[in-house]
């Protein structure tokens, strides 16, 4: 399967505890985001990297979250003392670099990872 | 800054009946529009993108969407819906590199 996989899919935990979560990309792919997504809602945008650069980080990511991708390649976002309220699913999607025939910003998704804060 | 209006949430049809799914987005630029789908226990995917040209823009699966300018709207359509079209329909705006999506609608289909 060469789409985008996460790991582990389902994460439970107790508050205070960190996690981290893997992503890899469809491997031709440069741009990855991470996405959260709550019951109800659509995915909404945490960080974005250009290849190991991250790029964007969006205003409502608190200090306890941090996204690195070494090497341009898999990327990993940690959440630091969870709190019950970072219970969502973490998605994360790859896209094609921009130029190459049919990319034009779609995102291909990764399976997410479930998390529970107890 | 963009952002995306889906005005149903939840929407109940009964097979061969037909949909339409409504989509408003703000955003000042030139913009890419995308309908996703997450089907059950599976993950997001692409059913259909707008980005130049025919503004009547066909996906899979015999959806098909229509960019209207003037109306800021990216409207969703299958003239005769499946039980298995059940699943969410999320859509996306992505003038820039980071798409921005709406809420989503449920659609349940009845057999």
């Known amino acids: 399967d060469t789409g985008v996989s996460q790991n582990p899919r389902h994460k439970i935990t107790k508050r205070g505890q960190n996690v981290t979560f893997r992503c890899d990309p469809i491997?031709?792919?440069?741009?990855l985001y991470w996405y959260r997504q709550t019951l109800g809602q659509g995915p909404e945008f945490l960080t974005y990297?250009?290849?190991?650069?991250?790029?964007?980080k969006s205003r409502l990511l608190s200090d306890r979250f941090s996204a690195e991708r070494p090497k341009g390649s898999f990327s990993t976002l940690e959440i630091q003392r969870t709190e019950q309220g970072d219970s969502a699913m973490y998605l994360c999607?790859?896209?094609?670099?921009?130029?190459?025939?049919?990319?034009?910003?779609?995102?291909?998704f990764g399976p997410g990872t479930r998390l529970t804060v107890l | 800054a963009q952002s995306v209006s889906q005005h149903n949430h939840h929407v109940i049809l009964s097979e061969a009946a037909s949909l339409e799914l409504g989509c408003n987005y703000s955003?000042?630029?030139?913009?890419?529009l995308f309908w996703y789908v997450q089907y059950p226990g599976q993950h997001l995917q692409l059913l259909l993108k707008?980005?130049?040209?025919?503004?009547l823009v066909k996906g899979i699966k015999g959806f098909e969407a229509e960019f209207i300018k003037s109306k800021f709207s990216f409207n969703l359509r299958k003239p005769s819906v499946q039980w298995s079209d059940t699943a969410e329909y999320f859509c996306?705006?992505?003038?820039?590199?980071?798409?921005?999506f709406g809420r989503g609608t449920s659609l349940i289909v009845h057999p």
């Open positions: 707008y980005f130049s040209g025919d503004p």
């Open positions: 996306a705006v992505g003038g820039s590199y980071i798409p921005t």
């Open positions: 955003y000042g630029g030139t913009v890419n």
């Open positions: 491997s031709e792919h440069n741009r």
């Open positions: 990297f250009q290849n190991e650069a991250q790029l964007e």
């Open positions: 999607a790859s896209s094609p670099p921009p130029g190459l025939a049919g990319a034009h910003n779609e995102q291909f």
